[in-house]
T-cell receptor
Framework: QQQVKQSPQSLIVQKGGISIINCAYE??????FPWYQQFPGKGPALLIAIRPDVSEKKEGRFTISFNKSAKQFSLHIMDSQPGDSATYFCAASKASGTYKYIFGTGTRLKVLA | EAEVAQSPRYKITEKSQAVAFWCDPISGHATLYWYRQILGQGPELLVQFQDESVVDDSQLPKDRFSAERLKGVDSTLKIQPAELGDSAMYLCASSWGAVGGTEAFFGQGTRLTVV
């Protein structure tokens, strides 16, 4: 109930390609889904987040697609760049009350120049 | 730009010794989190504070770990005694609100190695 399952574990994409990372959750009470980007030796930083009242959110080259009925959400990175090489974590939380973030296991993305 | 400060950045300690980590959240952030991140895994919450009160410490190994945020500002996480399995990155994060839907800002973490 508390898990957030993330795939793939690692991903290699050519420069200019599309990177897609998927996450699935079980707890239907979750209603806030952020994606965090982490570079080696650094703490995670918020990339983009979505609430289930919309099916898609786009910020620049980054898009979250959300499927409430399937309890799945995904991150799409368009025109992937070598600078996007990092580890990406999806997370889930409740947007009300003092609730923690549940993180996925992470996807290590490498974008080849 | 405001950021979450953590110290030390790296710590090597011997098994059975005590170790402490310090975190100074972004000014005005009421919620403070301590996460543990094992290499290759996602962060796992150890303890969450709302001001000076603990709101979630269900995953904190209380026989050896303790955390405090006495004045509702900075916080200390202590491990005593340290075990080999405690080797990990310890991340502190803060957010302005009590609700889980507000952005959590992370510090750079403390990399702990227990030998």
């Amino acid at each position: 109930q508390q898990q957030v399952k993330q795939s793939p574990q690692s991903l290699i994409v050519q420069k200019g390609g599309i990177s897609i990372i998927n996450c699935a959750y079980e707890n239907t009470a979750f209603d806030y889904f952020p994606w965090y980007q982490q570079f080696p030796g650094k703490g995670p930083a918020l990339l983009i987040a979505i609430r289930p009242d919309v099916s898609e959110k786009k910020e620049g080259r980054f898009t979250i697609s959300f499927n409430k009925s399937a309890k799945q959400f995904s991150l799409h990175i368009m025109d992937s760049q070598p600078g996007d090489s990092a580890t990406y974590f999806c997370a889930a939380s409740k947007a009300s009350g003092t609730y923690k973030y549940i993180f996925g296991t992470g996807t290590r993305l490498k974008v080849l120049a | 730009e405001a950021e979450v400060a953590q110290s030390p950045r790296y710590k090597i300690t011997e098994k059975s010794q005590a170790v402490a980590f310090w975190c100074d959240p972004i000014s005005g952030h009421a919620t403070l989190y301590w996460y543990r991140q094992i290499l290759g895994q996602g962060p796992e919450l150890l303890v969450q504070f709302q001001d000076e009160s603990v709101v979630d410490d269900s995953q904190l190994p209380k026989d050896r770990f303790s955390a405090e945020r006495l004045k509702g500002v900075d916080s200390t996480l202590k491990i005593q005694p340290a075990e080999l399995g405690d080797s990990a990155m310890y991340l502190c994060a803060s957010s302005w609100g009590a609700v889980g839907g507000t952005e959590a800002f992370f510090g750079q973490g403390t990399r702990l190695t227990v030998v």
